[in-house]
């Protein structure tokens, strides 16, 4: 019933920036708890950053201070700006909600948006 449909994503040189944007179906956003994942090949998808419906953000240690995420609850929409970009970076992001109203359930996984860090 949540679809999501990822955008931003580029080719961009270490030390860069990028912002992806999540575009989020459904008029239950505003209460879930959203999240920005990333898989590159050979590797087992991990999560980056979340955020609370209130705007309280967490964030993976490899991305601490680089990554900003942040929600539009009006209109629908999660940002991950990501700065001083490393090639390490290299992944496919997603971005998800979390639909369970007592135990994490994840929506449908999107297509995801291509993130390429390469000098």
């Known amino acids: 019933q949540v679809q999501l449909v990822e955008s931003g994503g580029g080719l961009v040189q270490p030390g860069g920036s990028l912002r992806l944007s999540c575009a989020a179906s459904g008029s239950m956003f505003s209460i879930y708890v959203m999240g920005w994942y990333r898989q590159a090949p050979g590797k087992q998808r991990e999560l980056v950053a979340d955020?609370?419906?209130?705007?309280?953000?967490n964030y993976a240690d490899s991305v601490k201070g680089r990554f900003t995420i942040s929600r539009d609850n009006a209109n629908n929409t999660v940002y991950l700006q990501m700065d001083s970009l490393k090639p390490e970076d290299t992944a496919v992001y997603y971005c998800?909600?979390?639909?369970?109203?007592?135990?994490?359930?994840?929506?449908?996984w999107g297509q995801g948006t291509q993130v390429t860090v390469s000098s």
């Open positions: 998800n909600a979390d639909l369970g109203p007592y135990y994490s359930v994840l929506a449908s």
């Open positions: 955020i609370t419906p209130g705007g309280s953000a």
